[in-house]
Structures are given as structure tokens and as C-alpha cells.
Nanobody, 114 residues
Framework: VQLQASGGGLVQPGGSLRLSCAASGTIFSNRAMYWYRQVPGNQRELVAAIGSGGITNYADSVKGRFSISRDNAKNTAYLQMSSLKPEDAAVYYC?????????WGQGTLVTVSS
């Protein structure tokens, strides 16, 4: 299983970014997908999740601003981030789990700064 995260970059406060996570080596449509983020020195925190059936969950800190989605035809999960704040700056990782084993993407850096 391989996950390839992309889409990070530098954005001004209040701006938007869309992260992508392309999956291979697994039946993507069967997998829940997760986005985490990590700031150096802090634990990795769960930002958003989407089940195989499309049910979504969000951390309180991003509710109403972030939206997780998936395109099973493209084996890709997305994280649409809007109204970005400086505290959203982090390395963002996507993850899936198969039989109690976690598979992580390589991370994509999001910088929020004016």
C-alpha cells in the first residue's frame, strides 16, 4: 500500500488549499481515509476522517472550515481547507488502515503566513 500526499504550500491567512492523497496497492473504495497533521514538537493529531461509505468526522478545530472527500474512481482522498489560520500550519499526512496496520503518506507541508 502506498499513499502519496500532495498539495501543500504557502498560503496567506484566510486562504484555501486542497490536499490530495493518492492511494495504490489496495482496494481504495473499501478503506477509511484519514488526514492528520503535526507541528514539530507536538503529537500528530487527527484532522478529518472519511469512511468507505462517505461518512465524515472532523476535529473541532477545523469544523466548518475543512472538508474531506474521496473519489473512488481516482483512488484519491482530498482535504479542502478554507479560512486557513496560522495555527493550521503543519505537516499534513494521510493515512489508511488495513487489518490493524496503519499506512501513512509522506506528508505535505502547509505554511500559513502573510
Amino acid at each position: 500500500v502506498q499513499l502519496q500526499a500532495s498539495g501543500g504550500g504557502l498560503v496567506q491567512p484566510g486562504g484555501s488549499l486542497r490536499l490530495s492523497c493518492a492511494a495504490s496497492g489496495t482496494i481504495f473504495s473499501n478503506r477509511a481515509m484519514y488526514w492528520y497533521r503535526q507541528v514539530p514538537g507536538n503529537q500528530r493529531e487527527l484532522v478529518a476522517a472519511i469512511g468507505s461509505g462517505g461518512i465524515t468526522n472532523y476535529a473541532d478545530s477545523v469544523k466548518g472550515r475543512f472538508s474531506i472527500s474521496r473519489d473512488n474512481a481516482k483512488n484519491t482522498a482530498y482535504l479542502q481547507m478554507s479560512s486557513l489560520k496560522p495555527e493550521d500550519a503543519a505537516v499534513y499526512y494521510c493515512k489508511t488502515s488495513i487489518s490493524y496496520t496503519d499506512y501513512w503518506g509522506q506528508g505535505t507541508l502547509v505554511t500559513v503566513s502573510s
